[in-house]
């Protein structure tokens, strides 16, 4: 499904924000990114699901494409969602039916 979520690295620290690609789902979402990341890597991440809702997961990196140069981007990236509190996929089901 198409949805207008945005993720990065969790923490406080991260300003850098990067967009959802192709589409997310309750069990994970696909990504373009110039940062090359390794399959079976777990990640720590914030989704912003709007501009005052965030919901934090863990994920799996699952599968890792190199693009070419006319993408935009170095990478496209399936995330497998390994882990999120009921409370945090629950504000991510919301986010994909108003999406």
Not at 20 to 46: H, Q
Request: glycine share 8%; charged share 25%.
């Amino acid at each position: 499904m198409a949805a207008a979520v945005y993720y990065r690295p969790a923490g406080p620290g991260y300003l850098h924000h990067r967009r959802s690609s192709v589409n997310v789902s309750l069990g994970g979402m696909r990504v373009y990114s110039d940062e090359k990341l390794t399959v079976g890597e777990t990640l720590e991440l914030d989704l912003l699901l709007d501009e005052e809702t965030t919901a934090r997961c863990w994920a799996r990196i699952a599968w890792v494409d190199k693009l070419s140069q006319s993408h935009g981007a170095a990478y496209d990236i399936g995330l497998e969602f390994t882990d999120m509190t009921d409370a945090d996929r629950r504000l991510l089901m919301a986010a994909l039916r108003a999406g």
